[in-house]
Nanobody, 119 residues
């Protein structure tokens, strides 16, 4: 069964940094695009960053461009997100995601990790 397990969230002051990790299992990790989403209270879930299967292409939401960096280690079946210059508006639950996984042809999500940016 597919599993995505996030870690690395926590409480950080504005301007601080955190590194999120997502350990994946149960599917051919190195052949899939991986995504990080976030959902703040009373807001819709939004796509934050994506990385290609080989890690040679990335995309970011405008709100995090230049501050967040997504990366992956296919040998460890893990995707990361380095978050720098954090702002209070980055406060959210962050989710790891993979879409349309064979043979189930469905999307999978991790349980989420809370990131709180506050002084």
């Amino acid at each position: 069964q597919v599993q995505l397990v996030e870690s690395g969230g926590g409480l950080v002051q504005p301007g601080g940094s955190l590194r999120l990790s997502c350990a994946a299992s149960g599917f051919s990790f190195s052949t899939y695009v991986m995504n990080w989403y976030r959902q703040a209270p009373r807001k819709e879930r939004e796509l934050v960053a994506s990385i290609s299967s080989l890690g040679d292409s990335t995309n970011y939401a405008d709100s995090v461009l230049g501050r967040f960096t997504i990366s992956r280690d296919n040998a460890k079946n893990t995707v990361y997100m380095q978050m720098n210059s954090l702002k209070p508006e980055d406060t959210a639950v962050y989710y790891c995601n993979v879409d349309n996984v064979w043979p189930w042809r469905k999307d999978f999500w991790g349980q989420g990790t809370q990131v709180t940016v506050s002084s």
